[in-house]
């Protein structure tokens, strides 16, 4: 797993439903054994906001919804952001939280 993977989360619980996520915790995070990782889920509107980052022409991510991903249950890369969309998160980023 790497910092701006695109992967399904499915945890395990009926309540809890799958979800589109992108990996934002660090490759040194992220190639550790750590077993909890940072990230957000995909949205499919618009989030209105400053701090939200188009992925492409129909998917976003606010980076006000940061949450942290159990390892275990990141079940399947599906793509990888673009360098300079993934420039234009980590400014989000360092926006929302003034780093």
Known sequence: ??????????????????????????????????PWLLGTELLEQDPQ????????????ISTLF???LYRGWLVERVAEIEPGVQDQVDAALRAALDL
């Open 1 to 34: 797993m790497r910092r701006g993977e695109v992967w399904t989360y499915r945890p395990p619980t009926q309540q809890a439903r799958e979800r589109t996520v992108l990996i934002l915790s660090s490759d040194g995070v992220n190639e550790s054994e750590r």
């Open 49 to 60: 906001d400053i701090l939200g980052v188009a992925l492409d022409s129909r998917l976003w």
């Open 66 to 68: 940061l949450t942290r």
